[in-house]
């Protein structure tokens, strides 16, 4: 076992435990913190699929936008809200869990099924890519090939998406606007 | 009242006081995320400092996303600073926690438009090539004012801010927008005692309090390297070569860089603390008003005109 492997397995323990703590801990807000931990982690396993961008957009996104605002979303929702949640009954196959642990079971199938089936050396665009030498390795820079794509071939997905963001924001700043005359 | 002859020994002193302190954990606090916090503040900063290069081929960890990087690891500090206002189980420090992170997530959009029109100019988000591409070891054309090639002069007229004179402003912006980033005057409402009880570091005590100032001065040190680094030329010397006086090529090298950005560096954080000992504190709305209204716009236009630059004049 070389010292990448022995951190790759370390980094998905981590995720993997980190999660089950979100999922299961009943302790609200140290389930908002940990999930920190599990992206964190999540982030380092990118790092591994040489996706560094993505990892990186996922600490500025997750860590810095969307824990902070569940966190404030957390903290401004009112206590009788909270002690609701709690009455939720807590069997695993309670009216309110069954939907959940079918779902998940179903995914825990899916991902069985398909990690069984498929030999994922020998897959063909998998080898074909690797004859043409058509492979990312350690020493590129990964950003301007992300970049050169997001300007050429995925233009249109691109606007697409500001566009909604575009929109996103005209609502959100609308929402927030006092309201004139109440 | 100082230590020593001119108070030189201060600092020393204020470290063994830190040290001795008592650790004090309020009965109801959050015991783990209490005790955790500091140190989330503490990492986050310093992780920072991995990617800041100090002189021509001397930086901790090169890679190619060096600005990103250190924009994604600053915006962890604000997690650390919830958990500590959490952890605390006090409605004050509660209140400041979310007072400062709601100031370091708006500041954290001019600092970002204003980050971008530097990278637009340099065309890398590498800190190292951004450092390089300001002095006479640039490996691209560079044009003073946009027009005349400065190549082989170097010095100060290659600058990110002399390049293209809107960075200039941009720069003023990110200054404003990095003071209230780390928490300082005149935005230091976290530490407004006098007022507002203190912030999320109400309850903190010995160690863990020094852990969070020395997280603060850090990252005043950090947000000055990453200003030096994009905008005012990084370890580059800011002499320029005068016909057969090479004064900039007898000024570049390592230990000359790490001189230039030490001084630099030590210069804005100067700065920083004459601003701090100047102004008064700001209102919460001033605070959000000047972010929105002024900063953001501003900044805006900026990242407009490196834009136009690019397209216009290359």
Redesign the interface.
């Known amino acids: 076992m070389n010292i990448e492997t022995i951190i790759f397995y370390f980094l998905a323990f981590i995720a993997l435990a980190s999660g089950a703590f979100v999922v299961l801990s009943q302790h609200l807000v140290r389930s908002v913190f940990m999930f920190f931990v599990t992206l964190f982690a999540v982030a380092g396993l990118y790092v591994f699929a040489l996706a560094d961008f993505v990892a990186l957009t996922q600490v500025v996104i997750y860590v810095g936008g969307v824990l902070v605002l569940l966190l404030f979303a957390f903290l401004l929702s009112s206590k009788q809200s909270l002690e609701g949640m709690e009455k939720i009954p807590s069997g695993l196959l309670s009216a309110h869990r069954l939907p959940a642990a079918i779902i998940s079971l179903a995914f825990l199938f899916l991902l069985c099924f398909v990690f069984f089936q498929i030999d994922f050396e020998n897959l063909s665009w998998i080898t074909s890519a690797k004859a043409k030498e058509n492979v990312i390795l350690v020493t590129d820079n990964t950003i301007r090939n992300i970049g050169i794509n997001l300007m050429s071939k995925y233009l249109l997905p691109l606007e697409m998406v500001s566009i909604l963001l575009l929109m996103v924001l005209v609502g959100a700043a609308h929402i927030a606007r006092r309201e004139p005359n109440l | 009242m100082e230590v020593g002859k001119y108070g030189l020994l201060q600092t020393f002193a204020d470290i063994l006081k830190l040290i001795q302190k008592e650790y004090i954990v309020p009965a109801l606090a959050?015991k783990?995320?209490f005790t955790i916090a500091p140190v989330i503040i503490f990492v986050a900063v310093y992780l920072g400092f991995v990617a800041l290069p100090w002189a021509p081929g001397l930086v901790p960890a090169n890679?190619?996303?060096g600005v990103?990087?250190v924009?994604?690891?600053i915006?962890?500090e604000?997690?650390g600073i919830?958990?500590a206002g959490?952890g605390s189980n006090n409605k004050y420090s509660?209140l400041g926690a979310?007072r400062s992170?709601a100031q370091m997530?708006s500041y954290?959009i001019p600092i970002g438009f204003v980050i971008i029109s530097a990278v637009m100019i340099s065309q890398t988000?590498d800190l190292q090539l951004i450092n390089y591409n300001q002095g006479i070891l640039a490996k691209q054309d560079i044009l003073f004012l946009g027009f005349i090639n400065v190549n082989h002069v170097g010095g100060f007229l290659a600058w990110n801010v002399f390049q293209a004179p809107h960075l200039l402003l941009a720069y003023v912006i990110y200054f404003i927008a990095s003071l209230a980033e780390c928490n300082r005057a005149p935005f230091d409402l976290p530490e407004a005692e006098s007022e507002l009880i203190g912030g999320f570091h109400t309850e903190y005590t010995g160690l863990r309090f020094a852990f969070i100032f020395l997280a603060e001065y850090a990252m005043m040190f950090l947000v000055a390297m990453l200003g030096v680094t994009l905008f005012l030329g990084g370890w580059n010397t800011p002499l320029p070569n005068f016909g057969s006086f090479k004064l900039a090529e007898y000024t570049t090298g390592i230990f000359w860089g790490i001189f230039w950005v030490m001084g630099k560096c030590l210069l804005v954080v100067a700065v920083q603390m004459w601003i701090r000992w100047t102004l008064p504190r700001l209102r919460v709305d001033q605070l959000m008003t000047l972010c929105w209204k002024v900063l953001t716009p501003i900044a805006f236009a900026c990242l407009v005109i490196s834009g136009l630059w690019r397209l216009l004049l290359f």
């Open positions: 959050d783990v995320l890679m190619n996303l990103f990087y924009f994604a690891i915006s962890i604000a997690l919830l958990m959490w509660l979310v992170v997530v954290e988000l």
